[in-house]
């Protein structure tokens, strides 16, 4: 054999084992290997991270990782309490996207079914009970301690009559003047029987009576140094005995106090979820007492249309027996994020 036929079967072997070689390549990329080299995978970071993830015209939900052939797509963030975000990205074949979102809360939400507002009260340490700054102080008001709240969203009103009668069966109310006049003649049972009806479709908050704590946290603009709810002026802040007349007034007739909270004090009166003890500031100082569910006297708060000015003070404790309706007793209601409410679609 010449050196030409060598140098040809040569050549020809080499061809052959270049073909084999890219035989056995292409028999190792399985179909699904070939596809995930032509799509692009979308990672999303939310904060805060409970949160619903969508991507719009996709037939899948979102999981971390989500494989997408190559474009554009809409990415759609939200929570309840926030303002939804959206955002636009681009994907590549074979390229790993990483989008980073940022929802800003709301500083005021709407229950859809009722129409009850409901402001963001953010969290903060406050002096609670009645210090040096104000006068004419009672004994179970002292004394003054520290107590640290989460935040949480309180009613901007009293509830009114028209919702409690949108939830619950008839109208307890003595003045019964009108839709917009809080409801009153309210069992503390009643009242927080009508909270477990309020956004029970949204797990990631839930409607209750306010602590004590939230309560004062709240009527004081967020722990000021207030008499009353808003300030030094009753006239302007409540209705009360000087001023009402001899009845309760629809909502939100007075001024507001700094976070915008009507009817803080005066009007009727407002029942909170604490178990009532004299010493309770003492006892317990950095929380509450909820959890006993048979109680001499429930704690209620900021007075009513028929009160003395010392009654509707942001400081004052109410007790009354929990199973008696009262023509002042009325309530108002808080939402609080649920600690368990982290969602699937978190990464």
Partial sequence: MDLLQTSILFQRSSILWIIIG???????????SVRAQEQGFLFVYPDPREVSIEVPGLDQ???????????MYEVKV?????????????????????????????????????GMEFVWIPEDCFQMGCGQWADDC???????????????????????????????????????????????????????????????????????????????????????????????????????????????????EKKPNGLGLFDMSGNVWEWCRDVYEAEAYTQRPTGSKEVREKALFRVRRGGSWESARHKIRSLYRGRYPPDLAFESNGLRLVLELRKDSASKSSP
């Fill in 22 to 32: 890219a035989a056995l390549l292409f028999c190792s990329l399985s179909p699904s």
């Fill in 61 to 71: 939900e979102y999981v971390p990782g989500l494989a997408l052939q190559p474009g």
């Fill in 138 to 252: 009672d004994a179970d008001e002292s004394p003054v301690h520290e107590v640290c709240l989460p935040g949480f969203w309180m009613g901007r009103y009293e509830v009114t009559q028209k919702v409690w009668k949108e939830l619950m069966d008839g109208n307890p109310s003595r003045f019964q003047k009108g839709g917009a006049y809080p409801v009153e003649q309210v069992t503390w049972g009643q009242a927080r029987a009508f909270a477990e009806k309020i956004l029970k479709e949204v797990d990631a908050v839930k409607a209750r009576l306010p602590s004590e704590a939230q309560w004062e946290y709240a009527a004081r603009s967020g722990g000021e140094e207030q008499i009353f709810a808003g300030g030094g002026n009753a006239q302007a802040l409540a209705w009360y005995h000087n001023n009402s007349r001899g009845s309760t007034h629809p909502t939100g």
């Fill in 78 to 114: 939200s929570k309840f309490g926030y303002r939804d975000a959206k955002e636009e990205v681009f994907v590549e074949a074979g390229e790993s996207i990483d989008l980073f979102v940022e929802l800003k809360r709301k500083d005021v939400i709407t229950d859809p079914s009722t």
